[in-house]
């Protein structure tokens, strides 16, 4: 007898879905106004950067989020094709020999494998740009004051003080090993910045309080913790083939990490401290937040 679906698996697969139809429209052969070509090897590229599978996570949390706030689900949508640009962008630059120097991604050859290095950069390069394009288009129907705010946050997540600077720290761990809390600091720049602006930009596009924004925030630090200490641990106990990319790189490094300081034991009762820290946060909104409590499990039991 085969067991029934499990709804929180379902919402997210069909969030995936839209999302990733929503994406297929915006990264068409399609120019837009005011765009003068879209050279094809470059937006095949963008393409294959986005649409090669993967859960849609962050984008998940901006449509949760925004839900549970009374927020348009239409709108949430853009938001979060948005923030899927500026995660994938990292990606394909963290797979550069430069950076990480990956071949796999997602269980498929990274896109400067499967394209150029060249072709890769500026791949990258688009869709952050893009990404902010999204967010200002007409078609995004918010309020010019809410879309600074979600411009300005996604900046500030995703620039010197948030992805690029902890992917900038991260190279530097490689020759000299972090500290605990420099560990931390690190990972909160890198991982968990755009996990902490996917739960405060649902706010945002919801239009909710500063109370409310603050709290949502909260919890996508929780869970942007929780996120790579669980990451950590599969890069210890999973493989290749489960994971869709390399693992072990981080110990083939001498990189520092959480769980390398600590231990294993250590890092997964840290995880369920993060977890339930989160779940904590959410409880002034009972039942209605049962889909982000959800996710916060799925973050810390993930296998992949």
């Not at 698996?9 to 969030?15: A, F, I, P, Q, T």
């Not at 993967?54 to 689900?73: M, Q, T, V, Y």
């Not at 992917?167 to 420099?182: F, T, V, Y």
């Not at 560990?183 to 909710?208: N, P, S, W």
Request: with cysteine; glycine share 8%; net charge negative.
């Amino acid at each position: 007898m085969n067991a029934s679906p499990d709804p929180f698996s379902e919402r997210l697969k069909s969030n995936a879905r839209e999302i990733e139809a929503l994406l297929e429209a915006l990264l068409s052969k399609d120019v837009l106004s005011d765009e003068i070509a879209r050279p094809e090897s470059l937006r095949a590229a963008m393409h294959y950067a986005v649409l090669n599978g993967g859960k849609r996570l962050r984008p998940f949390l901006i449509i949760e989020s925004a839900l549970l706030l009374g927020g348009d689900r239409e709108t949430a949508l853009r938001v979060g094709a948005a923030l899927e640009c500026v995660h994938c962008y990292s990606l394909v630059h963290d797979d550069l020999p430069a950076m990480d120097d990956d071949d796999l991604r997602r269980g498929k050859p990274t896109v400067h494998i499967a394209f150029d290095e060249a072709t890769a950069i500026l791949a990258g390069d688009s869709l952050l740009t893009y990404a902010f394009d999204i967010i200002a288009a007409p078609e995004t129907a918010l309020s010019d004051a809410r879309k600074t705010a979600l411009i300005l946050a996604l900046a500030r997540g995703s620039g010197l003080g948030g992805m690029a600077g902890g992917q900038a720290l991260d190279l530097a761990a490689e020759r000299q090993a972090p500290s605990a809390d420099g560990i931390i600091t690190l990972q909160a720049m890198k991982t968990g910045a755009l996990i902490r602006f996917a739960c405060e930009a649902g706010a945002i596009v919801a239009g909710a309080a500063d109370d409310e924004r603050k709290r949502l925030r909260a919890f996508g630090e929780k869970i942007g913790l929780a996120f790579q200490l669980a990451d950590d641990l599969l890069d210890i106990t999973s493989d290749a083939e489960t994971m869709g990319k390399a693992t072990g790189k981080d110990a083939g490094r001498g990189k520092g990490t959480l769980v390398a300081l600590n231990g294993i034991a250590w890092a997964e009762a840290e995880l369920r401290r993060h977890v339930n820290d989160a779940v904590e946060l959410l409880a002034p909104y009972g039942e209605k937040a049962g889909t982000l409590i959800a996710t916060a499990h799925f973050i810390a039991e993930r296998k992949s």
